[in-house]
């Protein structure tokens, strides 16, 4: 394997191999499409109706309360020893399955200011196009080897996840309308994954990139393409489901 080093800044694009470049540059649209999606727009501008919020908080629910299983699943895939990539995933992995485990505490008090009782997300069932997110996530950890599955979850989801939140808090309007002593609570999942400068989406692509080289295969640089492609349409398609109850 022609084994990569990253030399440059971890958030700098061009500190990657050039068909990590060209994956980013051919999934962009995807991404974009998900990230100016109505539903947010709506969500910033306090304008998202009571039951596609609703319908919202409650579909995606899954998705974030077993995040840190897919992190899991993959972790049993990252040997210590093996090799540089699978160290670098397996550290990573380590920290942040802590962190993203308290991520659905935040989820649960965001729903309950918005009138979603916490009974209502563990108990209603599936909302058929948004559950689909969490059976993809589930199923692509179960099945792709490490890479493709980093690619799909810690790079793609958690990613775009920075993107869209970025755009809700953009402005005011959507954290004011919550009572000034539900405030805080109400908005911390949403502040904790606003930040422009996230690193963590980037540190997956490093361990992606690690794990493959410079130049693999393919048929490997295919199905980590259409990998990250299908996260984001299963995101869109779950924030269509959503804003269709509006």
Known sequence: MDAFIRKGEVTSL???????QKMVADTAQDRERL????LFRQMRDAELSPAATRAFLIGVWPTIEQFPQFM??????ARYGRSR???MARQYLIK???VENRHADHWRAWAEASGVPFDDLLNSPPIPGIHALAHWCWTVCDTEDLAVAVAATNYAVEGATGD???VVCSRQTYENLFPEDKRHAAMRWLRLHAHYDDVHPWEALDIVSTLLGNSPDARTVERV???VRTSWQYMTLAVDVALAQH
């Open 14 to 20: 061009e500190s990657y191999p050039h068909w990590v």
């Open 35 to 38: 990230v100016s999606h109505p």
């Open 85 to 87: 990539g699978e160290d």
């Open 164 to 166: 869209w939140s970025s």
């Open 225 to 227: 393409t259409n990998a």
């Open 96 to 98: 942040n399955i802590r």
């Open 72 to 77: 899991a699943m993959n972790l049993i895939k």
